[in-house]
């Protein structure tokens, strides 16, 4: 499976974006989804993860209560929705695929991503 990220942008301190996560000649249904982000000079990090039945699992205890998972499985597509976001969370954004039905507890990137989508907070 090959996903792709998108819906990145700049935006304000405090501000919000969609990103969307889909694939192309695969359905996802099967899949959990991880988003993960990378920020220039530091390691992968995960953020989210979506079981096959919409399970969250959180891997960021500073995107609780900001970031939120879900998947439409009507549209192949996973979407991680930022809220309130600050300049930390300047990274490229990735998602992943898993072939276990549940997201694990530690993270791990998974497979297919592709180059990801830049999110840049800044004023």
């Known amino acids: 499976v090959q996903l792709q990220a998108s819906g990145g942008g700049l935006v304000q301190p405090g501000g919000s974006l969609r990103l969307s996560c889909a694939a192309s000649?695969?359905?996802?249904?099967?899949?959990?989804i991880i988003w993960f982000r990378q920020a220039p000079g530091k390691e992968r990090e995960g953020v989210w993860c979506?079981?096959?039945?919409?399970?969250?699992?959180s891997y960021r205890y500073s995107a609780k209560g900001r970031f939120t998972i879900s998947r439409d499985n009507a549209k192949n597509t996973i979407y991680l929705q930022m809220n309130n976001l600050k300049p930390e969370d300047t990274a490229v954004y990735y998602c992943?695929?898993?072939?276990?039905?549940?997201?694990?507890?530690?993270?791990?990137?998974?497979?297919?991503w592709g180059q990801g989508t830049q999110v840049t907070v800044s004023s």
């Open positions: 992943g695929a898993s072939a276990r039905s549940q997201c694990t507890t530690y993270f791990t990137p998974g497979l297919g």
């Open positions: 979506i079981s096959t039945t919409g399970r969250a699992t």
């Open positions: 000649g695969s359905t996802l249904n099967d899949y959990s």
